[in-house]
C-alpha cells in the first residue's frame, strides 16, 4: 500500500489567507512567495505540510510579527475541526470534550501532540511540536494558533467571557506579548511547557449543544477516520507520540505501542520511516516534554528524575537534558524558581 504523506485540512490556508485579507495585504502576494496556487490551498484533499510550512513564511513576512498566530487562533471554531469539532460540540460535559480532542487529536493535529493532565484543581491541555512535521520557524506561529483556538472555543462551550485559567508557552515573550494578553488573559513566556491549566471546577457543567445522536454520528466519523490514518500512514508520528506517556514503569517500548496501534513492530517502524522520524526520536521528545515537568517539582531529586525517564545515572540524564535545552537540570530548575 501507498502511504500518503500528513496533509492538514483547507480551512487552516483559507482562514490564514481570510486573515492577510482583513489586514490590508495581498493574497495573491502571499500565494505566489509561498510558491502556491488558488487550487492548492483550496483542494479537498487539505494542504501538505510542507506547503504550509511555506504558507506560513509568506504570511509573516507579508504581514510582519504582529501575533498573527493569536489572531488566527481567535477565528478558528470546534467547527473548523470537522468531525471532532462536532463531537466536541455534542459532548454532555467539558470534561468528556476534553477526553475526545484527546483520543482524536492525531486526525487534525498533524505535528502537534497533544495530552491532557490531571493536576490539583485543574486540567492541563499540554502542546508540542514534532520537528520534523513543524520547523522551528514556525513553531511559535502554530502552537499561538493551536492554544488560541482551544482557549476560545473551550470559552464559548461553558458560557463565559474569559476562561479561568493561565495560558504557557516555552518560549521567549514575542513582541505582541501584551496583544496575546488581551486576548488570552493570563499568559506566561519561557515556562517549561506550552499548557492551558484550566480551572477544572468548570469540567462537569453540561454543555448547551449536548446531543447524544450527532456525538455517536461524529465519533463514528472520528473512528473512520482514525482507521484511515492508521492505514495510509499519515500523521503515525504523531499517533505514538500521544502513546508515550509515563507510567509507574516508565515508557512503553515500541512493541508495545506497535500492539497498541494494531501493527507489527516491523511495520510500525517502516511507517515511522516514511515520515523521517523515529521511535527514538520521539522518545526523547517525550522524555525531555516530561523532565521539564518533573523539574518543576524541586521535592524530587534530579537522579530520581533520571531514572524515572530511563536513564541509570544522572550524567547520562544531565547531558541529554543539555542536549535538548541547552542547561544542564540543576540550571533548569534554578532558572524556573
Known amino acids: 500500500m501507498d502511504h500518503l504523506p500528513p496533509s492538514l485540512p483547507r480551512v487552516l490556508p483559507q482562514t490564514y489567507l481570510e486573515l492577510v485579507s482583513e489586514l490590508g495585504f495581498s493574497v495573491l502576494d502571499v500565494l505566489r512567495k509561498a510558491g502556491l496556487t488558488s487550487r492548492e490551498v483550496n483542494a479537498a484533499g487539505g494542504i501538505s505540510t510542507a506547503q504550509y510550512e511555506r504558507l506560513l513564511l509568506a504570511v509573516r513576512d507579508t504581514v510582519g510579527d504582529i501575533g498573527i498566530g493569536i489572531e488566527m487562533g481567535w477565528r478558528l471554531p470546534p467547527t473548523a475541526f470537522g468531525a471532532l469539532g462536532t463531537a466536541i460540540l455534542s459532548s454532555a460535559t467539558v470534561r468528556d470534550a476534553l477526553a475526545l480532542a484527546e483520543k482524536y487529536w492525531p486526525i487534525y493535529g498533524i505535528g502537534i501532540t497533544f495530552a491532557v493532565r490531571v493536576e490539583p484543581g485543574l486540567r492541563v491541555l499540554e502542546f508540542n511540536t514534532l520537528p520534523v512535521l513543524v520547523p522551528a520557524a514556525v513553531r511559535p506561529m502554530v502552537l499561538e494558533t493551536v492554544v488560541t483556538s482551544l482557549y476560545r472555543s473551550t470559552m464559548a462551550l461553558i458560557g463565559v467571557t474569559a476562561l479561568p485559567c493561565e495560558v504557557w508557552f516555552d518560549f521567549a ?38 446531543n447524544p445522536v450527532s456525538l455517536r454520528q461524529a465519533i463514528a466519523q472520528c473512528e473512520e477516520e482514525m482507521a484511515r490514518q492508521l492505514q495510509a500512514s499519515a500523521g503515525m508520528a504523531n499517533l505514538v507520540q500521544q502513546l508515550l506517556a509515563l507510567g509507574d514503569g516508565g515508557y512503553p517500548s515500541l512493541d508495545s505501542v506497535a500492539q497498541a496501534l494494531g501493527l507489527s513492530s516491523r511495520t510500525l517502524r517502516r511507517r515511522l520511516s516514511d515520515e523521517r522520524v523515529s521511535y527514538l526520536e520521539l522518545l526523547n521528545l517525550a522524555r525531555a516534554r516530561d523532565a521539564k515537568a518533573l523539574l518543576m517539582q524541586p521535592h524530587l531529586e534530579v537522579q530520581h528524575i533520571a531514572e524515572r525517564l530511563g536513564y541509570r545515572h544522572a550524567a547520562n540524564f544531565a547531558r541529554a537534558f543539555k542536549a535538548w535545552t541547552g542547561e544542564v537540570p540543576s540550571s533548569y530548575r534554578l532558572s524556573q524558581r
Do not use: F, K, W
Not at 513582541?175 to 492551558?196: C, E, I, K, S
Open 173 to 210: 515573550p514575542p513582541p505582541y506579548a501584551q496583544q496575546a494578553r488581551r486576548r488570552l488573559g493570563d499568559v506566561r513566556y519561557g515556562m517549561p511547557a506550552t499548557q492551558l491549566r484550566i480551572d477544572a471546577s468548570r469540567l462537569d457543567q453540561p454543555l448547551p449543544m449536548a
